[in-house]
Protein backbone atom coordinates (compact mmCIF):
# COMPACT_ATOMS: atom_id res chain seq x y z
CA UNK A 1 0.00 0.00 0.00
CA UNK A 2 1.73 3.53 -0.84
CA UNK A 3 1.47 5.86 1.63
CA UNK A 4 2.28 10.17 1.11
CA UNK A 5 3.77 11.45 3.99
CA UNK A 6 3.58 14.72 4.90
CA UNK A 7 5.77 16.88 7.52
CA UNK A 8 5.99 20.57 7.81
CA UNK A 9 4.23 23.30 8.00
CA UNK A 10 2.96 24.92 11.32
CA UNK A 11 3.11 28.89 11.84
CA UNK A 12 4.76 31.73 10.92
CA UNK A 13 5.01 35.20 10.56
CA UNK A 14 3.82 37.32 7.53
CA UNK A 15 7.25 36.93 5.94
CA UNK A 16 9.01 34.11 7.01
CA UNK A 17 9.99 30.67 5.39
CA UNK A 18 8.73 27.06 5.73
CA UNK A 19 9.54 23.94 4.19
CA UNK A 20 7.03 21.43 3.73
CA UNK A 21 8.40 17.53 3.12
CA UNK A 22 6.44 14.48 1.58
CA UNK A 23 7.40 11.39 1.84
CA UNK A 24 6.35 8.23 -0.14
CA UNK A 25 6.64 4.61 1.22
CA UNK A 26 5.34 1.12 -0.14
CA UNK A 27 5.58 -0.87 -2.91
CA UNK A 28 5.50 0.71 -6.06
CA UNK A 29 7.66 0.43 -9.34
CA UNK A 30 8.39 4.94 -9.54
CA UNK A 31 6.73 7.99 -9.43
CA UNK A 32 6.45 10.24 -11.70
CA UNK A 33 5.12 13.67 -11.20
CA UNK A 34 4.66 14.84 -8.11
CA UNK A 35 2.61 18.16 -7.23
CA UNK A 36 1.63 21.13 -4.32
CA UNK A 37 -1.63 21.89 -3.61
CA UNK A 38 -3.43 24.13 -0.98
CA UNK A 39 -6.98 24.49 0.01
CA UNK A 40 -7.95 28.08 1.76
CA UNK A 41 -11.13 28.11 4.25
CA UNK A 42 -13.64 28.40 1.51
CA UNK A 43 -11.74 28.11 -2.25
CA UNK A 44 -11.24 25.66 -3.87
CA UNK A 45 -8.09 23.16 -3.77
CA UNK A 46 -5.31 25.01 -6.26
CA UNK A 47 -2.15 23.93 -7.66
CA UNK A 48 0.79 25.45 -6.07
CA UNK A 49 3.93 23.98 -8.05
CA UNK A 50 4.58 21.11 -9.59
CA UNK A 51 7.55 18.67 -10.84
CA UNK A 52 8.85 16.25 -12.82
CA UNK A 53 11.09 13.11 -12.58
CA UNK A 54 13.40 14.52 -14.34
CA UNK A 55 13.20 17.93 -12.06
CA UNK A 56 11.05 20.36 -14.43
CA UNK A 57 9.06 22.83 -12.22
CA UNK A 58 6.03 24.48 -12.48
CA UNK A 59 4.63 27.47 -10.56
CA UNK A 60 1.00 29.09 -9.67
CA UNK A 61 1.63 32.68 -10.63
CA UNK A 62 0.68 33.99 -6.92
CA UNK A 63 4.06 32.11 -5.78
CA UNK A 64 6.40 32.27 -8.56
CA UNK A 65 9.61 33.97 -7.16
CA UNK A 66 9.18 32.86 -3.35
CA UNK A 67 8.10 29.12 -3.51
CA UNK A 68 10.47 26.34 -4.70
CA UNK A 69 9.65 22.63 -5.61
CA UNK A 70 12.39 19.86 -5.69
CA UNK A 71 12.27 16.12 -5.22
CA UNK A 72 14.55 13.61 -4.03
CA UNK A 73 14.12 10.80 -6.23
CA UNK A 74 16.10 8.31 -3.98
CA UNK A 75 14.61 9.03 -1.12
CA UNK A 76 10.69 9.17 -2.79
CA UNK A 77 10.08 12.74 -1.77
CA UNK A 78 9.26 16.27 -3.14
CA UNK A 79 9.56 19.35 -0.73
CA UNK A 80 8.04 23.12 -0.57
CA UNK A 81 10.42 25.86 0.31
CA UNK A 82 8.08 28.95 0.88
CA UNK A 83 9.52 32.35 1.57
CA UNK A 84 8.57 35.45 1.92
CA UNK A 85 5.24 33.89 3.31
CA UNK A 86 1.98 36.08 2.78
CA UNK A 87 -1.24 35.86 5.21
CA UNK A 88 -3.30 34.88 1.98
CA UNK A 89 -0.62 31.50 1.34
CA UNK A 90 -2.07 30.14 4.42
CA UNK A 91 -4.33 26.98 4.13
CA UNK A 92 -4.03 23.51 4.47
CA UNK A 93 -1.35 22.51 2.15
CA UNK A 94 -1.54 18.92 -0.12
CA UNK A 95 1.29 16.36 -2.20
CA UNK A 96 0.23 14.64 -4.28
CA UNK A 97 1.79 12.16 -6.58
CA UNK A 98 1.21 9.89 -9.67
CA UNK A 99 2.75 6.54 -8.62
CA UNK A 100 3.12 3.85 -10.52
CA UNK A 101 2.33 0.64 -9.14
CA UNK A 102 3.34 -1.71 -12.08
CA UNK A 103 4.92 -0.58 -15.32
CA UNK A 104 1.77 -0.23 -16.82
CA UNK A 105 -0.36 1.38 -14.17
CA UNK A 106 -0.22 4.86 -12.63
CA UNK A 107 -2.84 5.64 -9.73
CA UNK A 108 -2.76 9.39 -8.15
CA UNK A 109 -1.91 9.63 -4.44
CA UNK A 110 -2.57 12.41 -1.87
CA UNK A 111 -0.67 13.14 1.42
CA UNK A 112 -2.78 14.10 5.07
CA UNK A 113 -2.58 17.66 4.02
CA UNK A 114 -0.57 19.76 6.30
CA UNK A 115 -1.68 23.05 7.99
CA UNK A 116 0.38 26.63 7.11
CA UNK A 117 -1.04 29.64 9.31
CA UNK A 118 0.33 33.32 8.07
CA UNK A 119 0.26 35.73 10.74
CA UNK A 120 0.34 39.61 9.84
Known amino acids: QVQLVQSGGGLVQAGGSLRLSCAAS????????MDWYRQAPGKQRELVAS???????NYADSVKGRFTISRDNAKNTVYLQMDSLKPEDAAVYYC??????????????WGQGTQVTVSS
Open 96 to 109: AADVATTILRVVRY
Open 51 to 57: ITRAGST
Open 26 to 33: GGFFRINN
